[in-house]
């Protein structure tokens, strides 16, 4: 089992940037995937970025490509998402996840989840 709790979330202007950590207890943090989803009101969840469980292979959305960056500190069992240039358009609220397997969560799937942290951008 694994236990996941985001923070970092808030208000922030168009323009703006965001650091979310998400903390991991549980199992072998650093065995696991990580990863970031993040759904607005009325929308699908959508996959942000996601990281192998050594750090050296990252993967970002296309919406977010160039602006966000995930990273990890495995002697902290933390996972981050470093979010730039924000846009009204990347309100909502965003998930950390884990996967056993990396491919897990290249499709877009997870095996653990956080409860999730709110993001708002004003315009």
């Known amino acids: 089992q694994v236990q996941l709790v985001e923070s970092g979330g808030g208000l922030v202007q168009a323009g703006g940037s965001l650091r979310l950590s998400c903390a991991a207890s549980g199992r072998t943090f650093s065995s696991y995937a990580m990863g970031w989803f993040r759904q607005a009101p009325g929308k699908e969840r959508e996959f942000v970025a996601g990281i192998n469980w050594s750090g050296l292979i990252t993967l970002h959305g296309d919406s977010v490509k160039g602006r966000f960056a995930i990273s990890r500190d495995n002697a902290k069992n933390t996972v981050y998402l470093q979010m730039n240039s924000l846009k009204p358009e990347d309100t909502a609220v965003y998930y950390c996840?884990?996967?056993?397997?990396?491919?897990?969560?290249?499709?877009?799937?997870?095996?653990?989840w956080g409860q999730g942290t709110q993001v708002t951008v004003s315009s």
């Open positions: 996840a884990a996967a056993a397997s990396y491919g897990t969560m290249r499709s877009g799937s997870a095996d653990y």
